[in-house]
């Protein structure tokens, strides 16, 4: 028969649009197969992090002492003997063992305290919002109820800056003067707010245990300026998500903490020193740091030439000398005040 059978032309016919190839049938299972390893690796991870986080509470237990300041309580780490006490403020999102260069120095001279804010470190999340008044509160109570004595030396790093100039303004007769360690200007804050987006994906990474994979790769430069005793449990602290939420929670109410501290008083005659990192300045940061000095009467600068924004990490003792000249400053105020004669 002309042109063949039916079957046979129909077994010529290769298939087309309307036919599925032995190929395509397959890609369905291999979509299947690579969602399925993916959620795999995210439960690994997921577990990886929960049973190390576990482990971590047990055998990184707090330095200091955990306070009640109003339903969740705060760690206080104090050492040294003497006074004004200087109290050390970390930026966003630091803890005390930002510190742990400075503190051992500092008490050498004097008491000094570093503490964690709610959420970091040891601190225990807090109520919302996280605004500056509010912070500035619960350090207020902080202090208070641990019997910590007044005068304070307030030392405040990057963000931190902003809190101890609104405690200095609201608690005037309890500081003796101010130490900032490359702080954040109004200005700048509000030209450079925090990356919100990336902290809400940081709580992400760390439940997933992508950041212990980055950990241990090494990747965080500025942790292995610490000393090799601090230098893990630093990590493991940081590695958990409430350290994350309470850094959204703080950067994403800025605008009102700005607000907060654009209302308050300088520091009048109060002694400042304004610690600058000397690498990557750029100009809008040189010229917060210049407004920054124009908060008291009695200001000064040291600019830490090998120093990026961590200051108290690369250049420790700069910070130290700068504490150091503050209490001298207090000092001699508290000592012209009792004998009136100034």
Partial sequence: MAGGSRS????????????????????PWRSLWVTGTLLGLMACGASWQQLTARLEERYYPPPGTLVDVGGHRLHLHCSGRGRPTVVLEAGLP???????????????????????????????PGPRPRTSLRLTDELHVL???????????LVGHSFGGLHVRLYASRFPTQVA???????????????????????LWCEVEIWLGLRRLEQAFGLDRDARKLPSTVRQVAAARAMRPATCRAA???A????????????????????LVVVTRGRDLD???RAGQAALLRLSTKSSQVVASGSGHY???????????????????????ANCTDHRRC
């Fill in 8 to 27: 046979e032309r129909f077994d010529d016919v290769r298939p087309g649009r309307g036919s599925r190839s032995p190929r395509r049938r397959r890609r």
């Fill in 94 to 124: 630091g803890s005390s063992l930002d510190w742990a260069l400075v503190q051992p120095k500092t008490a050498k001279v004097t008491r000094v305290c570093a503490y964690d804010r709610a959420g970091y470190g040891w601190g225990e």
């Fill in 143 to 153: 202090l208070e109820r641990a019997g910590v004595p007044s005068p304070y030396v």
């Fill in 177 to 199: 003067g101010v130490v900032l360690v490359d702080a954040a200007s109004e200005e700048v804050v509000r030209r450079r707010p925090p990356r919100v987006v990336k902290l």
């Fill in 248 to 250: 959204y929670d703080e």
């Fill in 252 to 271: 994403s109410v800025r605008a009102e903490s700005l607000w907060e501290v654009r209302q308050a008083a300088g520091l009048g005659s109060k002694p």
């Fill in 283 to 285: 100009p809008p940061w």
């Fill in 311 to 333: 200051v108290q990490l690369d250049q420790p003792d700069a910070v130290v000398d700068a504490v150091r000249t503050v209490i001298a400053a207090s000092r001699d105020a």
